[in-house]
């Protein structure tokens, strides 16, 4: 069966340039090639667009187009079709970047042989072909991988809870006496089943990161809460090591604008490593502080006085599954995998995270994490509604239980779909609903700022009621409900006056009359 001539797309502006690649063509014989020749950078992203391409030979000076945007834009409108780029510059860095932006092979005008062009491209269509290939490959095994992980990982837990259940059931003493001896390799089970269960859940938490289904939840998170925490649960372990752990933080520390529960595991990865490798009598401290290059963002710090780690390691560490190789530390290892959890964790909630260190001379893992600002979640509205006088109204939302106490897991479970109630029944565009922030109590308090005047906020408050009245989920979970509204009052931006004063004012007003609805809640419920 006589082979399909191969379709090239030439984009050349130069007659000449395009008659002599088209004679190098016609010498390779009849059926052998397809040229077709543009002119123009968007006529040949037409051209692609429409498919039937198998190779592009390039100029790099176009009318309409210049330098790597070419490359550029014939990879975007093409992807799967080889590049091949044609210049009359001699440039080594120009054709290193043509072949990071997807170029196949770099040929200079006037040093193309004639037999050596068709070569050039058969070359470049099955080098393609091969990285393609490659690349499914890669992604097929990297599925597998993760999906295999994740279903070894689950189906470990069961039988790993049990050991844990039962172990502690001898250590106890509920099954009967044990002796000295037996409690002691008891312990050693219970030890080992704790690092087993650590090592599985950091398998799922990377699975979830690889598949995309890492939950982050920015909201108002106190930043002391989530330091006085990770040190309260892991004094217990520097004291068992005799290391002296310990937190110094400036007062007050603002909120950031964070997942608390990913703060807090963040926080314990990285202490959790400094116990690690300190030694008996060293010190581990978390300290926290505004960043001084950008108050925007708050840098939390954990130093060691540990054994270190050489310069050269302080980037690789938080690649996945890399492990310093350090003989001394054989005892300590685990899959590799806390720190680029680390690195996700912190880079998805809009912070940078880094190790700086001096080898024998201790380490500090700091990392950062935007400070929570009410003034710029409101600002957007306040901007479009830009006028001397602004009314506000802020409506309260609550969501209780009939038994007295809302538990974490229904606050988890009901939240979202409450959020999505609440921001149907919003107004228009400049009504603002905003995050969690921070403890409500016995109840979960949901606030929105409405730029809106009285009628405005009491409308909004009678149609978030016949939403959650009509809900049949708030009757199953035996949840109650109720929504008020308080108009601030109109604030008024005075002459001369600048934006982000009359923003701050605003703020500053929204602000305390959130703290009296948190507070006039607490002394209803008695805490």
Same mark, same amino acid.
């Given at each position: 069966?006589?082979?399909?001539?191969?379709?090239?797309?030439?984009?050349?502006?130069?007659?000449?340039?395009?008659?002599?690649?088209?004679?190098?063509?016609?010498?390779?014989?009849?059926?052998?090639?397809?040229?077709?020749?543009?002119?123009?950078?968007?006529?040949?992203?037409?051209?692609?667009?429409?498919?039937?391409?198998?190779?592009?030979?390039?100029? #790099?000076?176009?009318?309409?187009?210049?330098?790597?945007?070419?490359?550029?834009?014939?990879?975007?409108? &093409?992807?799967?079709?080889?590049?091949?780029?044609?210049?009359?510059?001699?440039?080594?860095?120009?054709?290193?970047?043509? #072949?990071?932006?997807?170029?196949?092979?770099?040929?200079?005008?006037?040093?193309?042989?004639? !037999?050596?062009?068709?070569? /050039?491209?058969?070359?470049?269509?099955?080098?393609? !072909? #091969?990285?393609?290939?490659?690349?499914?490959?890669?992604?097929?095994?990297?599925?597998?991988?993760?999906?295999?992980?994740?279903?070894?990982?689950?189906?470990?837990?069961?039988?790993?809870?049990?050991?844990?259940?039962?172990?502690?059931?001898?250590?106890?003493?509920? &099954?009967?006496?044990?002796?000295?001896?037996?409690?002691?390799?008891?312990?050693?089970?219970?030890?080992?089943?704790?690092?087993?269960?650590?090592?599985?859940?950091?398998?799922?938490?990377?699975?979830?990161?690889?598949?995309?289904?890492? #939950?982050?939840?920015?909201? !108002?998170?106190?930043?002391?809460?989530?330091?006085?925490?990770?040190?309260?649960?892991?004094?217990?372990? /520097?004291?068992?090591?005799?290391?002296?752990?310990?937190?110094?933080?400036?007062?007050?520390?603002?909120?950031?604008?964070?997942?608390?529960?990913?703060? !807090?595991?963040?926080?314990?990865?990285?202490?959790?490593?400094?116990?690690?490798?300190?030694?008996?009598?060293?010190?581990?401290?978390?300290?926290?502080?505004?960043?001084?290059?950008?108050?925007?963002?708050?840098?939390?710090?954990?130093?060691?006085?540990?054994?270190?780690?050489?310069?050269?390691?302080?980037?690789?560490?938080?690649?996945?599954?890399?492990?310093?190789?350090?003989?001394?530390?054989?005892?300590?290892?685990?899959?590799?995998?806390?720190?680029?959890?680390?690195?996700?964790?912190? /880079?998805?909630?809009?912070?940078?995270?880094?190790?700086?260190?001096?080898?024998?001379?201790?380490?500090?893992?700091?990392?950062?994490?935007?400070?929570?600002?009410?003034?710029?979640?409101?600002?957007?509205?306040?901007?479009?509604?830009?006028?001397?006088?602004?009314?506000?109204?802020?409506?309260?939302?609550?969501?209780?239980?009939?038994?007295?106490?809302?538990?974490?897991?229904?606050?988890?479970?009901?939240?979202?779909?409450?959020?999505?109630?609440?921001?149907?029944?919003?107004?228009?565009?400049?009504?603002?609903?905003?995050?969690?922030?921070?403890?409500?109590?016995?109840?979960?308090?949901?606030?929105?700022?409405?730029?809106?005047?009285?009628?405005?906020?009491? /409308?909004?408050?009678?149609?978030?009621?016949?939403?959650?009245?009509?809900?049949?989920?708030?009757?199953?979970?035996?949840?109650?409900?109720?929504?008020?509204?308080?108009?601030?009052?109109?604030?008024?931006?005075?002459?001369?006056?600048?934006?982000?004063?009359?923003?701050?004012?605003?703020?500053?007003?929204?602000?305390?009359?959130?703290?009296?609805?948190?507070?006039?809640?607490?002394?209803?419920?008695?805490?």
């Amino acid at each position: 069966m006589k082979e399909k001539p191969l379709q090239v797309l030439l984009v050349e502006d130069n007659a000449g340039d395009a008659r002599l690649l088209r004679e190098m063509f016609r010498a390779e014989g009849p059926g052998s090639f397809e040229l077709t020749h543009l002119a123009r950078m968007s006529e040949a992203v037409a051209h692609l667009v429409r498919g039937g391409v198998d190779v592009i030979l390039l100029d #790099m000076g176009l009318p309409d187009a210049h330098g790597l945007d070419t490359v550029r834009l014939a990879h975007a409108a &093409a992807p799967d079709v080889p590049i091949i780029v044609i210049t009359g510059l001699d440039d080594e860095s120009l054709a290193a970047g043509a #072949m990071k932006e997807g170029a196949q092979d770099y040929l200079i005008k006037g040093q193309i042989e004639n !037999r050596g062009l068709p070569r /050039a491209l058969r070359h470049a269509i099955e080098r393609h !072909r #091969m990285h393609s290939e490659t690349d499914l490959i890669r992604t097929n095994q990297l599925q597998f991988k993760d999906e295999f992980l994740s279903h070894v990982s689950h189906e470990l837990r069961s039988p790993l809870t049990a050991i844990y259940q039962f172990v502690t059931l001898l250590v106890d003493g509920l &099954a009967g006496e044990v002796n000295i001896e037996q409690h002691e390799y008891l312990g050693i089970v219970l030890s080992n089943v704790k690092q087993l269960q650590s090592m599985i859940n950091d398998l799922l938490e990377v699975t979830s990161i690889q598949a995309g289904k890492l #939950m982050i939840e920015p909201q !108002r998170t106190s930043s002391s809460e989530a330091i006085t925490y990770t040190v309260d649960t892991l004094q217990g372990a /520097a004291i068992a090591k005799g290391i002296t752990l310990s937190f110094d933080i400036e007062k007050p520390l603002p909120s950031v604008w964070a997942d608390p529960t990913r703060v !807090r595991q963040i926080l314990i990865i990285l202490v959790d490593n400094a116990l690690k490798f300190t030694p008996e009598n060293g010190e581990v401290k978390v300290k926290a502080h505004i960043l001084e290059k950008d108050p925007s963002f708050l840098v939390f710090e954990i130093s060691d006085s540990g054994c270190g780690i050489s310069p050269d390691m302080t980037e690789r560490i938080f690649e996945r599954l890399y492990q310093a190789s350090d003989p001394a530390s054989a005892g300590r290892q685990g899959l590799g995998l806390g720190l680029y959890i680390c690195k996700e964790l912190v /880079a998805r909630q809009g912070g940078k995270i880094w190790a700086t260190s001096v080898a024998g001379n201790g380490s500090v893992f700091s990392f950062t994490l935007p400070v929570f600002s009410l003034s710029s979640l409101i600002a957007p509205a306040l901007r479009k509604d830009d006028r001397a006088e602004s009314p506000v109204t802020l409506i309260v939302t609550e969501i209780g239980s009939k038994t007295g106490w809302l538990s974490e897991n229904v606050r988890t479970e009901h939240s979202h779909w409450v959020r999505d109630v609440l921001r149907h029944c919003l107004h228009s565009e400049l009504d603002v609903l905003l995050p969690k922030m921070g403890q409500s109590g016995a109840a979960e308090l949901f606030f929105i700022v409405a730029i809106a005047d009285v009628i405005g906020g009491k /409308a909004i408050t009678k149609r978030i009621q016949e939403k959650l009245d009509a809900s049949e989920d708030i009757r199953k979970a035996g949840l109650t409900h109720s929504t008020s509204y308080r108009s601030i009052a109109t604030i008024k931006r005075s002459a001369g006056q600048s934006r982000d004063e009359f923003l701050e004012m605003v703020t500053n007003q929204i602000q305390e009359s959130m703290n009296e609805e948190i507070s006039s809640r607490m002394v209803v419920n008695g805490q």
